[in-house]
T-cell receptor, first 114, second 114 residues
Framework: DAGVIQSPRHEVTEMGQEVTLRCKPISGHNSFFWYRQTMMRGLELLIY????????DSGMPEDRFSAKMPNASFSTLKIQPSEPRDSAVYFCASSLRGLNEKLFFGSGTQLSVL | SQQGEEDPQALSIQEGENATMNCSYKTSINNLQWYRQNSGRGLVHLIL?????REKHSGRLRVTLDTSKKSSSLLITASRAADTASYFC??????????????FGKGTKLTVNP
């Protein structure tokens, strides 16, 4: 298995632009997560899906952020419009069944909003 | 929200020495996980210890859990330069609507000098 695959690896954009991050979880995993990592705040959970259904989106910063999981093999995280404070590394992760199993992380997307 | 808090924030040791990192948390948990992150990479799962377990081993790693003190420790024995990374603990925490989420601490940055 190729593991959790994220794209792009790096994204540089200007304030106000739309940004779309993509992720392919490991096949057969039922739980899926988007995290954001910054020096100041560490690793923050943005949203958690189970069987493609959003379970907890309380970590999504504001309405500018939206996440979709149209099927078990693909998810997107969209920021519209982007702001400089959104600059961070965004990780997706999947697990076989929820939080009592280990999470497998992607390599992350380094987002810079100028 | 921050559940686990690692201590120390940074640790520098010589190759061959043991490294001990601690994690404290606030609420009751079902399990506690330790992850490693190499610079510029995603997190990699190391060990999961359940609330009814007190100690767990995996190779050169030893994890203890004291639920009465709400704390855990990660011991790396006979450290190697390749162990240089950041180490995070993660705990499951009750979220909105009764859902759980995995919350990470800010990590301990370990440097193993050759």
């Amino acid at each position: 298995d190729a593991g959790v695959i994220q794209s792009p690896r790096h994204e540089v954009t200007e304030m106000g632009q739309e940004v779309t991050l993509r992720c392919k979880p490991i096949s057969g995993h039922n739980s899926f997560f988007w995290y954001r990592q910054t020096m100041m705040r560490g690793l923050e959970l943005l949203i958690y899906f189970n069987n493609n259904v959003p379970i907890d989106d309380s970590g999504m910063p504001e309405d500018r952020f939206s996440a979709k999981m149209p099927n078990a093999s693909f998810s997107t995280l969209k920021i519209q419009p982007s702001e400089p404070r959104d600059s961070a590394v965004y990780f997706c992760a999947s697990s076989l069944r929820g939080l009592n199993e280990k999470l497998f992380f992607g390599s992350g997307t380094q987002l810079s909003v100028l | 929200s921050q559940q686990g808090e690692e201590d120390p924030q940074a640790l520098s040791i010589q190759e061959g020495e043991n490294a001990t990192m601690n994690c404290s948390y606030k609420t009751s948990i079902n399990n506690l996980q330790w992850y490693r992150q190499n610079s510029g990479r995603g997190l990699v799962h190391l060990i999961l210890i359940r609330s009814n377990e007190r100690e767990k081993h995996s190779g050169r790693l030893r994890v203890t859990l004291d639920t009465s003190k709400k704390s855990s420790s990660l011991l790396i024995t006979a450290s190697r330069a390749a162990d240089t990374a950041s180490y995070f603990c993660a705990t499951d925490e009750g979220g909105r609507g009764g859902s759980e989420k995995l919350v990470f601490g800010k990590g301990t940055k370990l440097t193993v000098n050759p």
